[in-house]
């Protein structure tokens, strides 16, 4: 497929986006976006048109960055972060971005166990496996994206150098709010709405009004980012169908009790689970409106070498309103 350069990437960058689907180990099929750093020609100028002359696509490398995206979003948010450090001057990393399953092009099962914790993080393992010779350089992850890469740095920390969050509530956090924060639980309302067996259809109607408004600031208005070419990179990623990503959600007990016999209300997550020891830093826009600052507290109790950095003028859409800032701190974190 013909590559595209990310509008924010300057011209002399030549740091194009690839598209790949990759059958996993496990049998998944993942549509990816790549971004692979140009190689010295014969004459030594680096051009990324002849990247996958020099590098084919299936030579695993041993400098990967992944970027994991959210609901209801894809990987092709992750556009400007992954061309920004594929560039030699940047680290030069081979930078990847998969459709989680059920989104877009990639595979979306049928079946709602099959978007269990343990499903999407073998996707992750598998994925790191196919692409890199050892452990990524670093995890990036957000909302959605970032409760799998919770879940994966816990239990296979040796995939993964550092992780980089990004507004993601780290599971023991999510749940004690979801149960004890009656305002974190309004917060988090939605997350019934998106289990109903109608969701996608009411979600899907009338050219998605129901999901524009996620996006709104806390006006209630567009924000500037969300021109219409960004509209129509969702809408063809919704187009191809909302189901998978509601089953993240159906998948999943941690949403708010609406009776005593809900599984939240019963739920153990052993430490052994959820404890992450690699280096890990929490970017956090405070105005987001679905995950409130106290899934914050206590989070140091969970994550060994932590850095924290909350951002006072941003929401959860983070990586659209301060890319600068996300690739500055995804800077720090990985010179050390």
Known sequence: MTPQTHPDTPNDALAPIHHERVTLANGTTLQMRVCRPPVASDDGVGSAANTTANAPPDTPTTKLLMFVHGFPEAAFVWDGLMAHFAQPANGGYTCIAPNLRGFGDSDSPNNIDAYKPKYLVDD???????????????????????????????TRPELMQRLFIINAPHPTT????????????????????????????????????????????????????LTETVKQQYREVWSKGLTG???????????????????????????????????????????????????????????????????????????HEQPRLVIENLQRLLAH
């Not at 998605?208 to 980012?225: C, E, H, I, R, V």
């Not at 969970?302 to 983070?318: D, E, F, G, M, R």
Request: proline share 6%; hydrophobic share 45%; glycine share 6%.
């Open 174 to 225: 999510f749940l004690r709010d979801l149960r004890s924060s009656p305002a974190q639980q309004a917060a988090s309302a939605y997350m019934n709405y998106l289990v109903r067996e109608d969701a996608e259809l009411r979600l899907s109607a009338n050219d998605f009004a129901k999901l524009w408004p996620l996006f709104n600031d806390t006006q209630g208005q567009a924000p500037a980012w």
């Open 124 to 154: 992750l393992a598998c994925l790191i496996a196919h692409y890199s010779h050892g452990p990524l350089a670093a995890l990036v992850a957000h909302d959605w994206g970032g409760a799998v890469a919770w879940n994966l740095a816990a």
């Open 245 to 319: 990503g509601c089953n993240y959600y159906r998948a999943s007990p941690l949403r708010p009790a609406l009776a005593p016999t809900d599984a939240i209300n019963t739920l153990v997550i052993p430490d052994a689970l959820t404890h992450v020891n690699v280096p890990t830093t929490v970017l956090w826009g405070l105005q987001d409106r679905a995950l409130l600052p106290g899934l914050l507290q206590g989070l140091d109790q969970h994550v060994t070498k932590l850095k924290l950095q909350t951002i006072t003028n941003a929401s959860h859409w983070l990586v």
